[in-house]
């Protein structure tokens, strides 16, 4: 009986570990094809200087259905420009030190540190140093999807906000829409068009003016 009860002990003590061996050889990894399409995209985009595009931007959430519009513009090093069509005169520049917000009409613009930004636009800055998206993202995966891949995956230091982000990609490497799911359950996508890269772009556009009687204060964008 000693034996018998011993040979118990032994394996329930070697079962967990087994267990854990198994869960751990069952997680999802990303295979060669997976690497060599988020490589496509790393080195599409670490051949940047710059970048023009138009984007429609939808949110819903909150009580709110919203669609936005206008040009974006990237600059490496670190900075950005959101400029709105719809509503006119909305912009959201980062400069490379701060993030900047404001919406015609109203009182005061924002400043944000780089450092602190979590806007929801903030997930692109990745595209304005060197590319490498399997530490941008957590979690990361990557399906087939409409036109070319969908690569998925929680941008890190977002987890407290971002449930999930969505880019899709076409066969050479371009994101031509983002969708963010947040925690809360609002959803934000971007889709981009009408792409221009590597235009002289000024150093000037990135830096905001407020208006005559605006004044800058320093907390959290707006939605």
Not at 1 to 17: C, E, K, N, Y
Not at 44 to 70: C, F, I, K, P, V
Not at 71 to 76: D, G, V
Not at 111 to 121: F, G, I, M, T
């Amino acid at each position: 009986m000693r034996l018998a009860d011993s040979s118990l002990d032994q394996g329930a003590t070697i079962r967990p570990t087994l267990l854990l061996a198994l869960c751990l050889s069952c997680l999802p990894a990303l295979g060669q094809a997976d690497d060599a399409i988020l490589k496509r995209v790393d080195d599409h985009y670490n051949h940047l200087a710059s970048l023009q595009a138009h984007y429609s931007e939808h949110y819903t959430g909150m009580g709110m259905d919203r669609n936005e519009s206008g040009t974006l513009l990237l600059k490496k090093p670190g900075r950005m420009r959101w400029s709105y069509a719809t509503p006119v005169g909305k912009v959201f520049i980062l400069d490379g030190k701060n993030g900047w917000f404001y919406t015609p009409g109203d009182p005061q613009a924002q400043r944000v540190s780089a450092k602190q930004l979590d806007d929801l636009r903030s997930p692109l800055r990745f595209l304005l140093g060197h590319t490498q998206l399997k530490k941008e993202l957590d979690t990361i995966s990557v399906h087939p999807g409409p036109g070319g891949y969908q690569i998925a995956g929680i941008p890190k230091g977002m987890s407290q906000r971002v449930k999930l982000l969505t880019l899709d990609v076409d066969t050479k490497g371009l994101i031509v829409s983002m969708s963010l799911e947040e925690i809360d359950g609002a959803t934000t996508t971007f889709t981009f068009s009408d792409m221009h890269e590597n235009l002289p772009v000024k150093d000037g556009d990135f830096i905001f003016t407020p208006p005559s009687g605006v004044t800058v204060v320093d907390g959290l964008p707006p939605i």
